[in-house]
């Protein structure tokens, strides 16, 4: 009879966790992700640190910045958005230069190395682009181009907020945190192409 009331103890306890601290369970995403022209994820991996800036545009020239730093073994985290304008002349010159780069391209994957490097280009949300230092591959430079200029940009915060992670950092996967959450999102962006662990 103690064994019982011992496991019915720690199943009580978990179930009392699961729905405080780890229901729901909160991602990363673009809300209004049809707008999007491009998202660029860069992501660097330092030991159990994760230092990950996403850089979204849309049409109309605004573009938003959302930075994050998680670790392993950490449950919740901080995000942060702020939000820009991109002189129009910048992101047309940008797309026009992307006709050039379209190249065959590994498929994500999540960075495994102590130290590590990911670039994540998302082009009218059609097709990822990855560029790792793991597949020693570098991302063409007016990605990298764009990327640092709306970063210097005057920006306005949007908001922060707090991120939980059940996983505890482990299940970390760059294309949901591109905000492509959804299964038809990311058939969509993946064509016929399966997704690499």
Known sequence: MSNWAGIAVGLLIV????????????????????????????????????????????????????????????????????????????????LRSANAWRLQIP??????????????????????????TESRSAPPPPVTKIFNEIEALPSDPVGSFFLRDICFGFCYDPIAALGFTDLRGRDKLLGSKRYAH
């Open 107 to 132: 498929a994500a994957h999540s960075l495994w190395s102590w130290n590590a490097e990911g670039w994540y280009v998302v082009l009218d949300d059609q097709r990822l682009l990855t560029f790792t």
């Open 15 to 94: 179930a009392v966790w699961f729905v405080r601290s780890a229901w729901p369970y909160q991602t990363a995403e673009i809300r209004d992700s049809s707008a999007a022209k491009f998202r660029i994820l860069h992501v660097q991996k330092h030991g159990l640190q994760f230092d990950e800036t996403l850089v979204t545009a849309a049409r109309d020239t605004r573009a938003w910045t959302s930075r994050t730093r998680s670790h392993l073994f950490q449950y919740q985290f901080a995000h942060a958005i702020r939000q820009s304008i991109i002189p129009r002349e910048d992101l047309t010159a940008f």
